[in-house]
């Protein structure tokens, strides 16, 4: 009689048996499921449920592989060169150790066979396949391959073909190709051009860029890249391919590529790796050519949960409570940069089911969010802010978000919208939650309506998190102590980090970013403050008083526990 075979546990179950989740969020996952098409431990991971690591961990146990944390691998490169680049990068994988008989290969997909075929015919070893998170992965691939030889072929190819870096129409052949495709590294591949552009893309999007800068210099072209909020030069092409290149770009954002004199805006879409990305462009005139700019937006990471954003516990648990009101106004404040966009949607994703009618009103939309009823901002079609806000509040919104309360009028009718038994989501440029109000009333708003609307602010800004691989400890000096008004005795028992550089964060050693946050709550002491137009700093201290982590404590907390440097915190929160 055949042996019967062992049914194989779903990813829940698994969760559910190593105590990570409980049936019921089993359940809400299962009923979010079914009105998309998303795998449940993605969805998981999206509701905050559980992390990506942990859904990772259990789906190695599924597939019976090891999982290997690839932050804390030293990969060494003479064994990263059992592979040839190419065949690292299509398949997406890594070999982390080998002998003899065996090599030990990081995969994004261990059911790969026809990966493991190729890296057992190349090598002449047997493949032992381990399940590896694939930003992990694609770091590694890039910190021990990199694309710059693909960046160089390219360049070479075009010397080699004599193409004429100023002719626009040698690019036109593919301008009406289909750009949302499985992998931007198959477009056109016979064009040199596009595999440039290609190539700068790809490694932008690996370098967990945020912005990719192509830059006309007097006798060079530069590409630099925002990573972590710092701009970072990362190739130098000829300088006579800048025309075909900056054209390429153009192409792809439907720009009108013969105006040059002018500022364009447009946008891309593309399927990077199996993960889709919107580019926002813009370009403009210089002394030296057309500089463009391309805005990279990751659908998935604003889908993350806001346990990931860096709240502490007791914030965060304030913060949900805030969303969750029914009726009011809540600000989120800060810089441009500083995250407000990722806080609110997380937010949003937070929220988004099928018993809310959520509106949005934006400038520019930069995330498609599933569910929710995003509009666009478009003031040749008299489409604003107030315009788009006076028609939702005829069209039954349970919740409504501004992109931004610019001016008075918008701010008047957000504040309308919270009165009459919407909850209301926005952003302001203010340095602290405190002046969220002041800046409501400085806009021409009444004190009393203010007072009423508004339920809460959140100022926030982004530091950069310390390379784990290579952060150097030390003691603080009694200096920097006094910076931060903590006791000499005290911080004798404190150990703080620094900055070192290794190969996971490109010698940098900073990789990704967390939040810094403050979170006002306004109750019945706030009202009556705000309606008697008391200054931000009298709410400050009564903020302080009741209890309110600032900025600057915020920052200290991850100074302390090693997330942060004391130079990052300063630079990003003025600590003093």
């Known amino acids: 009689m055949a042996k019967t075979a062992t049914k194989r546990k779903r990813i829940g179950e698994l969760l559910i048996d190593n105590g990570l989740i409980t049936e019921d969020q089993l359940q809400d996952a299962l009923d ?22 942990d859904v990772l961990k259990m789906l190695a146990v599924q597939l019976g592989v090891p999982f290997v944390d690839l932050s804390r691998v030293k990969i060494v490169p003479v064994i990263a060169k059992s592979l040839q680049p190419h065949v690292a990068q299509r398949h997406k994988v890594i070999p982390i150790s080998k002998d003899k008989r065996k090599i030990v290969l990081a995969m994004v997909n261990p059911l790969n066979v026809f990966a493991i075929d190729e890296v057992k015919l190349t090598t002449g070893l047997e ?138 805006d447009g946008r891309i879409n593309l399927l990077v790796g199996g993960k889709e990305f919107d580019f926002r462009v813009s370009t403009y005139p210089t002394q030296h050519g057309e500089k463009i700019v391309l805005r990279i937006l990751d659908k998935s990471s604003v889908l993350i949960g806001l346990n990931r954003l860096g709240f502490s516990t007791e914030v965060q648990k304030e913060f949900e409570s805030l969303i969750h009101s029914p009726v009011g106004m809540l600000l989120v404040t800060g810089p441009t940069g500083s995250g407000k966009s990722t806080t609110l949607y997380s937010a ?33 079609a008299n489409v604003n802010f107030a315009n ?66 508004m339920i809460g602010a959140l100022a926030q800004r982004l530091t950069r998190v310390l390379c784990p691989e290579c952060k150097v400890p030390y003691k603080p000096t009694e200096s920097e102590l006094n910076k931060l008004g903590i006791p000499v005795e005290e911080g004798k028992n404190l150990t703080f980090y620094k900055p070192g550089g290794c190969e996971f964060c490109h010698d940098i050693g900073y990789r990704g970013r967390i939040g810094i946050y403050e979170l006002m709550t306004i109750n019945d002491q706030f009202k009556d403050m705000i309606v008697r137009k008391v200054s931000s700093v009298k709410l400050r201290e009564l903020a302080i008083k009741t209890g309110m982590q600032t900025l600057q404590q915020d920052a200290i907390k991850k100074i302390i526990q090693g997330i942060t440097s004391l130079e990052e915190a300063m630079r990003v929160v003025y600590v003093s």
Request: proline share 5%; net charge negative.
């Open 388 to 453: 788009t806000l006076r028609s939702f509040l005829r069209n039954d919104p349970d919740m409504i978000m501004v992109g931004e309360i610019r001016d008075k009028e918008t701010a008047e009718i957000a504040i309308q919208a919270a009165l009459t038994g919407h909850l209301v989501l926005s952003t302001l440029h203010t340095n602290d939650a405190p002046s969220a109000s002041t800046r409501l009333i400085d806009m021409g708003i009444e004190p009393f309506l203010v007072s009423s609307s």
């Open 127 to 264: 493949v032992v396949p381990v399940l590896a998170q694939e930003e992990q992965l694609l770091l590694a691939v890039h910190a021990n391959y990199g694309v710059d030889e693909s960046t160089q072929r390219a360049i070479e190819s075009l010397q080699k073909l004599g193409i004429d870096p100023d002719s626009v129409e040698r690019l036109d052949d593919d301008a009406d190709d289909d750009i949302t495709v499985s992998n931007v590294k198959e477009l056109s591949e016979d064009s040199p051009i596009v595999k440039l552009v290609n190539a700068i893309i790809v490694q932008a999007i690996d370098s967990r860029a945020s912005d990719i800068h192509i830059e006309p210099m007097r006798e060079e072209l530069r590409v630099r890249y925002r990573v972590d909020g710092v701009l970072v030069v990362a190739m130098k092409p000829p300088k006579k391919i800048q025309a075909a290149l900056l054209s390429r770009v153009k192409v792809l954002a439907d720009l009108n590529i013969a105006e040059k004199r002018v500022p364009q």
């Open 32 to 53: 979010v499921q079914r009105t998309s098409n998303e795998q449940i431990g993605r969805i998981m991971v999206n509701l905050g449920f559980v992390t990506e690591l």
């Open 348 to 380: 949003l994703n937070q929220l988004n089911s099928v018993s809310r009618h959520i509106l949005t009103v934006e400038d520019p939309v930069e995330y498609m969010l599933e569910g929710i009823n995003q509009v666009q901002v478009n003031p040749k």
